[in-house]
């Protein structure tokens, strides 16, 4: 059952693996050397990230809209304290869901990047732990998969990579190599988690949502994820380790761009990017020999003007109330004549 379900997503990222194989051995590289290989899994996160940036956007935009109406759900969650009966559990989900669809958000569309992803790194797991090592120990599925064949996986699962395959593993494997580079990989993995969990959490969140059940939630998921990674981590293939400390890389440089530029409103974040606008505005001034609290002042007087004419309109109302007398005198001067 599972090899029917994964056998398109394994057959696409071998295929794309060998593409960017070749591409990397078209500008000189050795075709059987590990860094050939090991640069194709970071041409295989490239290309998939690539396809997912309309998808991040999606995740940025619920996950700030989740975070903007923390205080609200807090207000609901607060309002329904300590109420177990049946008709106050569905009234509060009642009004949580009102609250995500006024808001267009839930907390499952900031997970869907992550949720894509995983099908895609259980496929490059089969690729390099099964198709790999399998056409050299014979165990797996040691059958070609698309462009991916059998001479080109045992070249890749022979390939040196500072004395380790892509298909080793911490537990699983002879000599030091090994163990030293997944060691290296899962501390980076780790580290570019955690970076990238508090990089959000801590810096794109207004104070209102830094409290909360909510924020309790977001500070356990920046703590457990890397311990996650460090249990699970000795278990995979130094090959999907490069590819998820790729993927981390690629994540925590796009969402500090995203923070950098666009940045939550009221997050710390936010505070910094209107000083840098602030101070990007008062280079620009003094470029042009202007300073910027001159041209501040400047500018108020000529508001002003709109300003009293608005304030003028009961003024007008007067003038208004002596129409009927100017019309008298009209008609007055039209007998006289």
Not at 49 to 57: G, M, S
Not at 80 to 92: F, L, P, T
């Amino acid at each position: 059952m599972i090899d029917t379900i994964l056998f398109p997503l394994e057959w696409v990222v071998a295929n794309i693996m060998v593409i960017w194989h070749k591409f990397w051995t078209l500008l000189g590289l050795d075709p059987a050397a590990g860094i050939t290989w090991a640069l194709a899994i970071v041409g295989l996160v490239v290309t998939i990230r690539a396809a997912l940036i309309p998808l991040f956007v999606k995740q940025i935009k619920a996950s700030r809209a989740m975070q903007m109406i923390a205080p609200d759900l807090r207000k609901i969650q607060d309002k329904y304290k300590g109420k177990k009966d049946q008709a106050s559990r569905e009234a509060m989900s009642r009004e949580t869901m009102e609250l995500y669809s006024k808001h267009k958000t839930n907390p499952f569309s900031s997970c869907l990047p992550m949720l894509v992803q995983a099908p895609i790194f259980f496929a490059l797991f089969r690729v390099l732990n099964y198709r790999l090592e399998g056409n050299v120990n014979g165990g797996g599925n040691t059958d070609g998969i698309g462009m991916l064949t059998n001479e080109l996986a045992t070249q890749a699962q022979q390939a040196d990579l500072f004395g380790a395959s892509l298909s080793d593993t911490f537990f699983n494997s002879e000599g030091a190599a090994a163990k030293i580079l997944s060691a290296v990989l899962i501390i980076a993995m780790v580290a570019t988690t955690f970076t990238t969990q508090r990089q959000l959490t801590m810096k794109n969140m207004p104070a209102s949502a830094l409290e909360g059940p909510m924020a309790q939630q977001q500070k356990i998921l920046m703590y457990a994820l890397p311990f996650i990674f460090v249990i699970t981590g000795p278990n995979f293939p130094v090959g999907v380790l490069i590819y998820w400390t790729t993927t981390n890389l690629w994540t925590m440089g796009q969402q500090f761009y995203v923070i950098r530029n666009n940045p939550t409103p009221g997050s710390e974040a936010d505070r910094q990017h209107q000083e840098r606008l602030a101070a990007k505005a008062a280079r620009r001034a003094a470029r042009r020999g202007e300073d910027p609290a001159v041209v501040v002042i400047e500018q108020e007087p000529v508001e002003e003007p709109k300003r009293s004419g608005q304030r003028q309109q009961p003024k007008r109302k007067g003038r208004g109330g002596s129409k009927p007398q100017s019309a008298a005198g009209g008609d007055q001067e039209k007998d006289n004549s």
